[in-house]
Every structure is written in C-alpha cells, then in structure tokens.
C-alpha cells in the first residue's frame, strides 16, 4: 500500500527526506538509501516519490505506474518510517523543480530534504531548473557504482562548490538553509533497476526464444559463426571499439555466441544498431529484438543465435558482461599488470 499523504499538504513537523525516481522496478538499493538517510540525517520519514513518467527516460521499457508504485511499496515493506506515495502523480507534475516548489510552498513546517544517488548528480544539470532545485531544499547525493568518481568531478558539483558542506556535517543538513548539499560517504549498494530488467528480458528469452527464432530463419543463418562473422563485420565498418565475442555454447539456453562492443556516444550506438539491424535484416534474419534503442548508454540486440550488446565505456565498465561470463574486461590488462 502507498502512503496517503494529501498533495495539498499539512502542518506536519520533522526532517522528511524524499528519495524520487522511476522505481522500473524498485529495489533493495532504493532501501538502502531510504535507511542510510533515517539514520545518518535524523529523519522522521523516507518518501519514496514515484514518478509518474521521467523526462528524460524513454517511455519503451517504462513499466505501469501502478506496478512501480507496487514495487515501492514491497521494497518499503516492514518499516513504517518508509513511504512509497503516488503523490507526484496527484500533484500533476513532471519534472522536480516543479514538485519541490509544491511540496515547500504545502508542507511549510517540514524540513525537506532531497535524496539522490551519485548518478542523478552527474546528470542533474539536464533536469529543467536545476540550479532552482540546489536553491530550494538540502541535498544528499549518496555512492553509486560507476558514478562516485564522476559525480565528484562532475559539472553539478563544480558548480555548486561553494554550497558543499563535509560529511561530518550530515545530521546538523535537514536544519540548514538550502543552497547547501553534501556527499554521505558508504557502502556502494550493486542494486540496479537496469540489471534487474535486463534479467528478466534475459530469462524470458531463455524460456521461449529459442523455439521461436528458428524456424523463422533462413537455413544459412543457423551457422553462428558466420551470424558473428556478419556482425562484427558491420560494427567494425561503423568503428565500433574493443569488439568482443563469448562463447556462450554450453553456459546459457538463449544463445550460442554473445558480442560486446562500445561506441563513444548514444549517436554512435544508435548507428551502429541501426546498421547492424539492417545488415541482418537483408541477410534474412527475422524476429529481431531490440532493448534501448534511441537511449544513450546500451543497446541489446537479439538476433536469435547472437545477442548484441552496445555499449558506452562508463556502462560497459558498470556492468562488466565479459567478467559476468568469465573473460577480462577491455583495458583489465593494462590496469592490473
């Protein structure tokens, strides 16, 4: 069950933190942050904000409203000090500078404070009104894997430098009056909404792909090595880098070879994947599916026998496919000699 918590607002008093987001699914790094936050900054409560619709996501791969709400609210399950509420959506609006507005202006006895992980504060600067945001309540990036590093270099925290307090400093944040923000230092939690649905995509197609990609292929397009020959081929016309096949024979039910290759930005990738769908439209491959495309950091392509992943090198290093199936990472080598 969601919270009812009334989107015209009330007297209540406390520190609140309210941790925003898609939830495609929510998961136990949602909670972790929820509980991290009760405990290091003081709060009386955790909102978990649904969003109904993110800006800047496509909506392809975007589950219902009510299932992510649904998730929240499993996620939240046995502490009553975490809130899944659908209140953005009565609120009416899209984008956090406008629910923050509302939610200061109806809730004037709170102590807001806004949550978010070490990805959120690397993209930030696309959010519309961004800097309004900083303004308007305290904020507290938490660690995420493959963002920490970027989110303390990044352009967000560059320029809001002058308003970052230390760490040492959490519990005294609710209190203080906004510009004023600080990165909580801890334990990385791996959770992650995309891995999750790349996962059941995954388990979906072990339990029925097979039986309907076959018969569906032209007889020549049974061989995977020449499927691989054909692939590799188009991504390296389309300069592609660190190309990389597995050998999936005898390790998983949903393809026999699995190719890995990285382009430089989300214009490159959706080229190469067009391309290579293309390619293997012509050479008669049928009943191609597609995972991210038009997104900017990965593409899936299952080609029946061969699935394809594109990559940008942040993701591809985030999500680390060729170390999941047993071979080294592009650029391990060199790293680690």
Do not use: C
Request: no cysteine.
């Amino acid at each position: 069950m969601s919270a009812t918590i009334s989107h015209w607002g009330d007297g209540r008093r406390g520190r609140i933190g309210i941790l925003g987001g898609s939830f495609n699914p929510a998961h136990d790094g949602h909670r972790h942050i929820a509980e991290t936050a009760l405990k290091r900054l003081g709060l009386k409560a955790v909102w978990l904000l649904v969003s109904p619709g993110n800006p800047l996501k496509p909506v392809d791969g975007m589950a219902p409203f009510a299932d992510r709400l649904a998730s929240a609210a499993r996620i939240a399950a046995g502490n009553a000090r975490i809130l899944p509420t659908d209140l953005e959506a009565r609120l009416g609006t899209r984008y956090t500078v406008q629910t923050l507005a509302l939610l200061t202006r109806r809730f004037p006895r709170a102590r807001l404070v806004w949550l978010m992980g070490a990805d959120n504060q690397v993209q930030i600067p696309r959010w519309q009104g961004w800097r309004r945001i900083f303004a308007m309540v305290p904020i507290v990036v938490f660690p995420r894997p493959g963002w920490t590093r970027k989110a303390l270099h990044g352009r967000a925290t560059r320029a809001m430098a002058a308003s970052r307090l230390p760490h040492s400093r959490a519990a005294a944040l609710p209190d203080m009056a906004p510009p004023a923000w600080l990165l909580l230092p801890g334990r990385e939690h791996p959770a992650s909404a995309t891995q999750i649905r790349a996962a059941r995509a995954a388990d979906a197609m072990a339990a029925g792909g097979k039986r309907r990609r076959r018969p569906a292929r032209r007889a020549q397009a049974d061989d995977a090595e020449r499927l691989v020959r054909l692939i590799v081929t188009s991504l390296e016309n389309d300069k592609a880098d660190e190309i990389v096949v597995i050998d999936l024979v005898g390790k998983a039910s949903f393809a026999d070879r699995m190719v890995v290759a990285s382009g430089l930005a989300g214009r490159q990738l959706t080229a190469m994947a067009e391309h290579l769908i293309e390619t293997l439209e012509r050479d008669g491959v049928r009943n191609i599916r597609t995972e991210g495309l038009g997104a900017s950091d990965w593409v899936l392509i299952d080609a029946g026998d061969v699935v394809v992943h594109l990559f940008r090198p942040e993701a591809r290093a985030h999500y680390a496919l060729e170390k999941m199936w047993g071979m080294t990472l592009p650029g391990d080598e060199a790293r680690f000699a």
